[in-house]
């Protein structure tokens, strides 16, 4: 059973409602109510309209909260010209129907403030079958006046169908050097092509930098794939080689002889087997037999370096040449505020308190993002040094337009694959049509409210030692939380 809860957006006629002067008063309310719930996930928000015209932030706080309905009224439609049966809404009541569309809310017509004698005529031309409840038939205009807002949204993709019912699903984040992937955890990332052609471009960029045109047909580049997987780079990098008429001697290193085993093939059926050496180990331990001018990896995660990628390619950096070439040359992380009532439910319903310290990956929908997101942590390589610690800390402050409730933080990632190349995840600019990486998701264990102007306060950790490495994240302002995964008491990436 559910509760749902039913919010004006707006002041009631009621005088004695003095209470809900402004809709941050009418968002307190529902927040207040939901706090003496203890955030229970069988208790909903519907939102009634009333006969308000909203601005253009006046739904922000809503936006990942747990609204199952929207209640609009039929005097909040009008008629333009000559026909009082076509009816229309405010651009701004229009973009928030939209948007409640879009998220799966039932809108709900409301014809309590019609005025009857004006529809008379209008019952009596339309219900022509006894029986028949007039006021379904009145309603009619109104009804299509929204369904022509779902018309025009936007439709999904062949591959937005297949993973919608993936939207808000939490994942739990990849263990690179413990798990052993099978076919399907490729297939994702293998058919990225938006990633690869940004991959070719920056591997023509550095092999055109490397090796002068004077010299193209004499000098062959040394060039390492870390992680070759079933192949995709090697692919890339061979196509790239064709476009420059740069000659290439490559070593694809993958620990995982289930994809070796599939690129073994490939390079059997496409004859690379001249240029192309494959290397069954942990690129860590690998004793390589000459050095390297270039090294390509796709180690990335959906936070950047939460799939060890530091230090994987710390542990190549040795046979790299002093003036070699990395791609990805650096990486930084970014972490964003949200309100995130379904994920926050889905864990809450684990029962199990451990799993609010803990990552996740998931295709985020239904959730509002509180800020702007901020850099977080950067890597760069080759390192400067060796004895750089890849242990980092960092304290973000985040402005918050509006009241909120913060569940968690999103995390992204922005990389640089070489000079001009970027590739990313980071809202601001994220590369368009790539569909390797979902969001990374950090919870609270206990949501923080958070009131309109004030500064949310967080401290972010990425700690090592010889076994795992692991995130600690805290807040303290507005209000302290507890240390989440202190000591990777929740969740870590093994090292070995």
Same mark, same amino acid.
């Given at each position: 059973?559910?509760?749902?809860?039913?919010?004006?957006?707006?002041?009631?006629?009621?005088?004695?409602?003095?209470?809900?002067?402004?809709?941050?008063?009418?968002?307190?309310?529902?927040?207040?109510?939901?706090?003496?719930?203890?955030?229970?996930?069988?208790?909903?928000?519907?939102?009634?309209?009333?006969?308000?015209?909203?601005?253009?932030?006046?739904?922000?706080?809503?936006?990942?909260?747990?609204?199952?309905?929207?209640?609009?009224?039929?005097?909040?439609?009008?008629?333009?010209?000559?026909?009082?049966?076509?009816?229309?809404?405010?651009?701004?009541?229009?973009?928030?129907?939209?948007?409640?569309?879009?998220?799966?809310?039932?809108?709900?017509?409301?014809?309590?403030?019609?005025?009857?004698?004006?529809?008379?005529?209008?019952?009596?031309?339309?219900?022509?079958?006894?029986?028949?409840?007039?006021?379904?038939?009145?309603?009619?205009?109104?009804?299509?006046?929204?369904?022509?807002?779902?018309?025009?949204?936007?439709?999904?993709?062949?591959?937005?169908?297949?993973?919608?019912?993936?939207?808000?699903?939490?994942?739990?984040?990849?263990?690179?050097?413990?798990?052993?992937?099978?076919?399907?955890?490729?297939?994702?990332?293998?058919?990225?092509?938006?990633?690869?052609?940004?991959?070719?471009?920056?591997?023509?960029?550095?092999?055109?930098?490397?090796?002068?045109?004077?010299?193209?047909?004499?000098?062959?580049?040394?060039?390492?794939?870390?992680?070759?997987?079933?192949?995709?780079?090697?692919?890339?990098?061979?196509?790239?080689?064709?476009?420059?008429?740069?000659?290439?001697?490559?070593?694809?290193?993958?620990?995982?002889?289930?994809?070796?085993?599939?690129?073994?093939?490939?390079?059997?059926?496409?004859?690379?087997?001249?240029?192309?050496?494959?290397?069954?180990?942990?690129?860590?331990?690998?004793?390589?037999?000459?050095?390297?001018?270039?090294?390509?990896?796709?180690?990335?995660?959906?936070?950047?370096?939460?799939?060890?990628?530091?230090?994987?390619?710390?542990?190549?950096?040795?046979?790299?040449?002093?003036?070699?070439?990395?791609?990805?040359?650096?990486?930084?992380?970014?972490?964003?505020?949200?309100?995130?009532?379904?994920?926050?439910?889905?864990?809450?319903?684990?029962?199990?308190?451990?799993?609010?310290?803990?990552?996740?990956?998931?295709?985020?929908?239904?959730?509002?993002?509180?800020?702007?997101?901020?850099?977080?942590?950067?890597?760069?390589?080759?390192?400067?040094?060796?004895?750089?610690?890849?242990?980092?800390?960092?304290?973000?402050?985040?402005?918050?337009?509006?009241?909120?409730?913060?569940?968690?933080?999103?995390?992204?990632?922005?990389?640089?694959?070489?000079?001009?190349?970027?590739?990313?995840?980071?809202?601001?600019?994220?590369?368009?049509?790539?569909?390797?990486?979902?969001?990374?998701?950090?919870?609270?264990?206990?949501?923080?409210?958070?009131?309109?102007?004030?500064?949310?306060? *967080?401290?972010?950790?990425?700690?090592?030692?010889?076994?795992?490495?692991?995130?600690?994240?805290? *807040?303290?302002?507005?209000?302290?939380?507890?240390?989440?995964?202190?000591?990777?008491?929740?969740?870590?990436?093994?090292?070995?």
């Amino acid at each position: 059973m559910q509760l749902w809860l039913r919010i004006p957006l707006g002041k009631p006629d009621d005088n004695s409602s003095a209470i809900f002067r402004t809709p941050a008063d009418c968002w307190k309310i529902w927040n207040s109510f939901r706090l003496l719930c203890d955030h229970h996930s069988n208790l909903l928000v519907t939102l009634d309209n009333l006969n308000a015209l909203p601005a253009d932030n006046s739904l922000n706080s809503w936006y990942g909260e747990p609204v199952s309905a929207f209640i609009i009224h039929t005097d909040c439609f009008f008629t333009t010209g000559d026909d009082e049966n076509v009816k229309h809404l405010s651009k701004n009541l229009q973009k928030s129907i939209t948007y409640f569309l879009d998220h799966s809310t039932q809108i709900i017509i409301s014809e309590d403030r019609v005025n009857y004698k004006e529809m008379e005529e209008y019952c009596f031309d339309t219900c022509s079958v006894a029986g028949t409840d007039h006021r379904i038939h009145r309603l009619h205009p109104y009804m299509d006046c929204v369904r022509s807002l779902y018309q025009q949204l936007d439709p999904l993709s062949e591959r937005e169908r297949s993973l919608f019912a993936f939207r808000d699903d939490l994942q739990p984040t990849v263990q690179p050097f413990k798990d052993t992937l099978e076919y399907v955890a490729y297939q994702n990332s293998d058919d990225d092509e938006k990633k690869f052609t940004k991959y070719k471009r920056a591997i023509c960029q550095a092999l055109l930098d490397r090796v002068p045109d004077e010299k193209a047909s004499e000098i062959t580049t040394v060039l390492v794939v870390i992680g070759a997987g079933r192949g995709p780079l090697v692919r890339t990098l061979l196509k790239a080689a064709e476009v420059t008429g740069r000659k290439l001697k490559v070593y694809a290193v993958e620990r995982n002889l289930n994809a070796l085993s599939y690129l073994h093939k490939e390079c059997n059926l496409n004859k690379w087997n001249d240029i192309v050496t494959l290397v069954h180990v942990d690129v860590r331990y690998w004793a390589a037999p000459e050095a390297a001018d270039i090294l390509v990896s796709d180690l990335l995660g959906s936070f950047g370096d939460n799939e060890l990628a530091p230090e994987s390619l710390d542990g190549a950096q040795r046979f790299l040449k002093k003036d070699g070439i990395s791609i990805p040359s650096s990486y930084t992380s970014f972490l964003q505020p949200v309100t995130a009532w379904k994920l926050h439910s889905a864990i809450k319903a684990k029962e199990d308190i451990l799993r609010f310290e803990t990552a996740y990956m998931a295709k985020m929908h239904n959730v509002a993002r509180l800020a702007p997101s901020q850099p977080l942590f950067t890597f760069t390589h080759p390192k400067s040094s060796n004895k750089e610690s890849n242990n980092r800390y960092r304290n973000l402050q985040f402005v918050i337009p509006e009241s909120a409730v913060v569940h968690g933080f999103a995390g992204y990632f922005d990389a640089t694959l070489y000079k001009d190349v970027h590739l990313g995840t980071e809202p601001t600019k994220a590369t368009p049509g790539v569909i390797t990486w979902d969001d990374h998701y950090f919870p609270l264990r206990e949501p923080i409210c958070v009131h309109r102007g004030s500064t949310l306060e *967080v401290n972010f950790w990425r700690c090592c030692d010889y076994t795992k490495v692991w995130y600690e994240w805290c *807040v303290t302002s507005p209000s302290p939380s507890l240390v989440h995964n202190c000591n990777a008491r929740a969740d870590c990436m093994w090292l070995n």
